[in-house]
């Protein structure tokens, strides 16, 4: 079935260096690539996405990239902050054949003052 | 504009006991997914529904799990018999259009404890 990897499961950095967070999916039909900030008790929220159509999309500080080749699509954090830390989670989806969004386990980021 | 609700934010239930898990959309989302999150976990996808239909149902246990989303109403999701198990959080989402590639927006969730 579909399934979406996710590496690395726990990932700590020095505030103001960059994290990069890794997924794979098993899907080629896969067009819908977002990525949630979840944390402590609290509900998934998005922080960013992109659709099949391009390879890279930038909001301030985060960018996503995307291989749709081999089937890789990563987040980037810049300039890492303290309030950063939380879990990360990608997933991916398609829009025809199924309405499943398929979500990789999560990384849990820990950004050291 | 009101987001996503979800009640009860806690549940506890007995052995053999049931859950009801309410979710109410956002203003002018007829679109309502289900996800199940262990400790730990990821998001684990159940159940998607658009009013008075169930699109797909595919992550859902096929014994004493059921979900709706009448015409009038939050959509439910009803867990029957609970056993430890099922002790997880739930999370709904919603979201405007057909498809699970339009962007979802997630519900507080509902801590369901089994004892």
């Known amino acids: 079935g579909e399934n979406v990897e996710q590496h690395p499961s726990t990932l700590s950095v020095q505030e103001g260096d960059s994290a990069v967070i890794k997924c794979t999916y098993s899907?080629?039909?896969?067009?819908?690539f977002p990525w949630y900030k979840q944390e402590l008790g609290k509900r998934p929220q998005l922080i960013i996405d992109i659709r099949s159509n391009v390879g890279e999309k930038k909001d301030q500080r985060i960018a996503v990239t995307l291989n749709k080749t081999a089937k890789h699509f990563s987040l980037h954090i810049t300039e890492t902050q303290p309030e950063d830390s939380a879990v990360y989670f990608c997933?991916?989806?398609?829009?025809?054949?199924?309405?499943?969004?398929?979500f990789g386990a999560g990384t849990r980021l820990f950004v050291k003052a | 504009n009101a987001g996503v609700m979800q009640n009860p934010r806690h549940l506890v239930r007995r052995r053999g006991q049931e859950a009801r898990l309410r979710c109410s959309p956002m203003?002018?989302?007829?679109?309502v997914y289900w996800y199940r999150q262990l400790p730990e976990e990821g998001l684990k996808f159940m159940v998607y529904l658009q009013k008075e239909n169930i699109i797909d149902e595919s992550g859902m246990p096929k014994e004493r799990f059921s979900a709706e989303f009448p015409k009038e109403g939050p959509s439910i999701l009803r867990i029957q018999q609970v056993v430890r198990g099922d002790s997880a959080a739930y999370f709904c989402?919603?979201?405007?259009?057909?498809?699970?590639?339009?962007?979802?927006?997630f519900g507080p969730g509902t801590r369901l404890t089994v004892l």
């Open positions: 899907d080629s039909a896969s067009n819908y």
């Open positions: 203003k002018g989302h007829s679109h």
């Open positions: 997933a991916a989806s398609r829009s025809t054949g199924g309405f499943k969004t398929i």
């Open positions: 989402a919603s979201s405007p259009n057909r498809g699970s590639t339009d962007t979802q927006y």
